[in-house]
């Protein structure tokens, strides 16, 4: 297993994390976490692309079966950067999250984000995912589309992709709906983002045999980016300014703009054989286990 | 409990070990008949489950198959705890119950004289869940077919992620699938067999990734839950929803194979491969 060394950390300042007062110098539990990551206010896919990229051209599609609003993407730049972006949005009221299914893809979202960054391949430019999701859609329809296949392709396709991927979790990492657009060379999360094989409610109901007990699962479940940064999971943590992000969208772009230029930077540098081998090798050392 | 009524539930355990119900239609079938007839209804074609040695010496040409990464084993890297105790607990008692370290056996061997490397899951291993350990075998295999270009064939039976190692089971599905994108890129083959169940974030990698996938008769594969599906849209789902039959009809499989055919129809599919 590679060692947590050569991980930027850039949150350090644990004291200074609070939530509407309440819990004025104490570290947060995972399931205030988990809260903040879900506030009403926090921003979104949208609030980022307006605030961090410049010139974004928005492209449409699946070439199959349809427009999935819950998947966003196209060309953008960022800090004189030129880079194919794609992300989740949940929208920003009423009308948006039902008009973009509060970020819940389907199997056309996920085939969409693909065909994105098949293009991004061909047009040689660096893709940045910003992920922002509950889960895939659990429906019918998205059943028999192939919820499943779709996300299995999207792993594997950017497992193998030849330019730099950057995924960046903003709010909900929501499991396999999160990972579909969520493999790349360097994962980055903001503080007070999540990211979950399930959500804690879904697991306090099976484990727990009762959701009431999320706050339980949330904890168990290492889903905060500080747990994730030290299982290796990821490898950076943009810290979110005073009580979260929502209390200050300047700053926190300011961070984004920041830590997406840094990596963008750095992976561009590297030959693309030299970064496929190393996705590779991030990869191969995911997990724990005895024995060998 | 008295006396007599302890005698007689010992008696009807016993009667019931003798005969295996069919989950599916319901008859009894002798146990003798039900293990000939490879865990598989005489009556309704129901596939029972069976263990991963069971499917390997199904396979595989008698004494041809090696094991391989048998070593490897979960830990309980979070140190988790629920209502009914912790992960580490959770892993021996499973390990004790079925006689495996994981939820999958890996190794190579011979299938009608064609060499091909195999990841078998065991549903009996914590539901097949998807751990840490279950993707690095799942990972190592695909590796040695790699170097060694030939065939990569997994069996999956698995009830999806293994909550209790939380985000390191689900970055497992990006571990095995950038196994087999190495396999894509080197044009070997991976044949998905897809038995009953193939569930959640199994499915979503590698399961369906499949050069071919193929599945057995009645086999249940999805994403999401029946019932938290029921839940969003509200209504009760058609029967044959999520089945391998479903699933042949959307597209998402080559064939349905019944158990004692699956031996034939693998090597004749592999003979086409002509690298
Ligand atoms: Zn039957």
Redesign the interface.
Known sequence: MAVASSLKVLTSDKSKHKLNGSTKGKQLSAWEIVKISRHPQRPVFQDYLHSVFTDFVELHGDRYYGDDKAIVGGFATIGGIKVMIIGHNKGKNTEQHVERNFGMAKPEGYRKALRLMKLAQRFNLPVVTIIDTPG?????E????????S???N???M??LEVPVISLVIGEGG??GA??I??GDKIIMLSNAI????SPEG?AS????DAK?AP??AQ????TAER?LH?E?IDEIIKEPGEGAHTDYEKIADAVKKSLVKNLKTLSAIPVDILLDK??QK??A??????? | MAWYSKAITEKKQQIKSLWVRCKKCQSHIWQEEWHNNLNVCPHCNYHGSITAYERINLIFDEGTFNELFASISPVDSLGFNDLKGSYKDKIEANKKKSGISEAVITGEGKINGIRAVAAVMDFRFLGGSLGSGTGEKILQAANFAFEQEIPYIVFSASGGARMQEGVLSLMQMAKTCAGVARLNKKDIPFISVLTNPTTGGVTASYAMMGDLNISEPGAVIGFAGRRVIEQTIGEKLPDDFQTAEYLLEHGFIDSIVTRKDMKKYLSQVLSYYNR
């Not at chain 1, 990211?195 to 399930?198: A, C, D, N, R, T």
Request: proline content about 2%; hydrophobic content about 50%; aromatic content about 14%.
């Open positions: 895939a859609f659990p429906g019918l998205a059943e028999e589309r192939g919820q499943a296949e996300i299995a392709k792993i594997t396709e497992a193998a499991s396999g990972l579909g969520g493999v990211y979950s094989v399930i697991c099976i484990l727990w045999r007990f339980d699962a168990a479940l290492n889903l994730l299982h999971v996705r590779f990869y191969s995911m997990g724990k286990f005895a024995g060998f």
